[in-house]
């Protein structure tokens, strides 16, 4: 039992960090590149922040990372509350519209390239701290490209589907922006429905695997090559 408890505890040691920065920071980025684009709306509302309290969600922030946790799940997911945005106050608002919502995850994988350069400093650390920062380092380059590429997934309410609603031409946007009403059902489908009842069919569809697994993979070990740790 206390040899459980400690590997939880320290489980949680190398997680909640970058879980809070990598969620905070990417709505953070919505709100100020809102804001310089024309909508102070998150200003307004203290979302422009780097205080993680003003961003978390009980769900996404604390109960699904801390339930995958004690779960022992491979890795860590999870959400902030969305930034609010009026898109009618920004400045050109179908391409504003695309950079907003490409500012989250392109924060995202700006925080996972600089914490692979900062694994260089590692040997500098004394051992028993280099291999606690190391796994801080490794599990930031891990959610924040799982967040940036789950978050581009063509598909509202996220980043991805706004980015594409925003690129596509009217007679396709319209369409695809009305799936928002639909959009968080379609996702926990394809997370967890599919992939259960498949497995109850004895097959093994995982949708999630195949649209983010895999290009969270790649992308990894595209940034570990770009930083020169791989």
Known sequence: MGGDLQSIVYTASVWIVPVLLAVTLHEAAHGWTAWKLGDDTARTLGRVSFNPLRH?????????????????????????????????????????????????????????????????????????????????????????????????LPLPPLDGGRVAVGLLPPALAAPLARMERFGFAIIIAIMFVIPLLSRQLGQNIDPF??????????????????????
């Open 209 to 230: 695997a195949w649209l983010v697994i895999g290009p969270v993979n790649y992308v990894a070990q595209i940034i570990a090559i770009a930083a020169g740790i791989q």
């Open 56 to 152: 978390i969600d009980p769900v996404g922030t604390v109960a699904l990372p801390g339930l995958l946790m004690i779960l022992s799940a491979p890795f860590l997911f999870g959400w902030a509350k969305p930034v609010p945005v009026n898109f009618l106050r920004l400045r050109d608002p179908r391409r504003a519209m695309v950079i907003v919502a490409a500012a989250g995850p392109a924060m995202n994988f700006g925080l996972a390239y600089i914490s692979a350069l900062l694994l260089h400093l590692m040997p500098l650390l004394p051992s028993d701290a280099a291999v606690w920062a190391s796994a801080n380092l490794i599990n930031m380059i891990k959610i924040n490209v799982i967040l940036a590429v789950f978050n581009m």
